[in-house]
C-alpha cells in the first residue's frame, strides 16, 4: 500500500519563485518535485541524529 503524503504549502514573492521554477527546470524538475527533494534532503542531513 501507497505511503500517505502531506500537502507542504510555502508562500514566496513572485521573483523568487520565478528563479526557483528557472532553477527547477534546469535540473529537468518541476518546482514542486525539486522543492521536495530540497526538503527531504534538509530533514535528512538535519534530523538524522535527533531521534
Known amino acids: 500500500m501507497a505511503e500517505e503524503k502531506k500537502r507542504f504549502v510555502l508562500l514566496v514573492d513572485n521573483d523568487i519563485f520565478e528563479k526557483f521554477k528557472y532553477l527547477a527546470k ?10 521536495t527533494k530540497l526538503v527531504n534532503d534538509y530533514v535528512k542531513e538535519n534530523y538524522s541524529d535527533k531521534k
Open 26 to 35: 534546469e535540473q529537468n524538475r518541476t518546482a514542486g518535485d525539486l522543492g
